[in-house]
Structures are given as C-alpha cells and as structure tokens.
C-alpha cells in the first residue's frame, strides 16, 4: 500500500516537474525574442539551462522525501508484531552433520495452479 502511494508522489513530482520545465522553456523562448545581442541570448539560455537544472534537483528531493516517509511508515510493523516467517527446516531442528535442502527439494519449480 505504502508504495502505491508512494508511486503516486512521484508521478504527481514528476508532472510538476514537467510543467515547470515547460514554463522555464516559455520563458527563454520570451528572452531570445526580447533579446537584441548574441550575447543576451546565451544569457537567457544559461539561465534556462540553471532553472532546470534546479527543478529536476527539486523532484530528486522531493522523490527522496518520499522514499523516506514510505520507509519509515515500512519499519513501523516490526516494532508491532509484523508478520514474520520461519525459514525453511526451522520447525523441525536437525541434528548436527545433516544437510538440510533447499526449496524447492528436487530443483524444479513446482507447476503453476490455474484457479
């Protein structure tokens, strides 16, 4: 559940991200057009290019932020309970010098069950 929500975050960081990358080209595109050197409009580029780069460094952030909140929300069952699983052979002890298999025991994978 946690990383559903936690997918959803980052499409949303992802489209804001994209829309201000949009904005930052709409806004160099009206620049260049106001610009009367060359120079001004390597200017309004290399801001262009800096205002992205932030943005994209925005959602990097924001995508961690969210890593962070889902792994902490994560970590929380164990401290409750959780649910916890026996390994393999842990039911029954073996005595000491007695190989225990693996799953599967004859190394093929069982055949799918259809329902």
């Given at each position: 559940?946690?990383?559903?929500?936690?997918?959803?975050?980052?499409?949303?960081?992802?489209?804001?991200?994209?829309?201000?990358?949009?904005?930052?080209?709409?806004?160099?595109?009206?620049?260049?057009?106001?610009?009367?050197?060359k120079?001004?409009?390597?200017?309004?580029?290399?801001?262009?290019?800096?205002?992205?780069?932030?943005?994209?460094?925005?959602?990097?952030?924001?995508?961690?932020?969210?890593?962070?909140?889902?792994?902490?929300?994560r970590?929380?069952?164990?401290?409750?309970?959780?649910?916890?699983?026996?390994?393999?052979?842990?039911?029954?002890p073996?005595?000491?010098?007695?190989?225990?298999?693996?799953f599967?025991?004859?190394?093929?994978?069982?055949?799918?069950?259809?329902?």
């Open positions: 559940m946690q990383q559903a929500v936690k997918k959803a975050k980052d499409m949303a960081s992802t489209a804001k991200e994209k829309l201000k990358k949009h904005q930052v080209k709409a806004e160099e595109k009206v620049e260049k057009a106001t610009a009367r050197t120079e001004e409009k390597v200017a309004a580029e290399e801001r262009a290019k800096a205002k992205k780069a932030e943005v994209k460094m925005e959602m990097h952030q924001e995508k961690a932020r969210h890593s962070e909140d889902a792994g902490a929300h970590g929380s069952h164990l401290l409750h309970g959780g649910h916890h699983h026996q390994p393999i052979g842990a039911a029954t073996t005595p000491p010098g007695v190989a225990v298999p693996t599967p025991v004859s190394g093929v994978r069982p055949a799918a069950t259809k329902h």
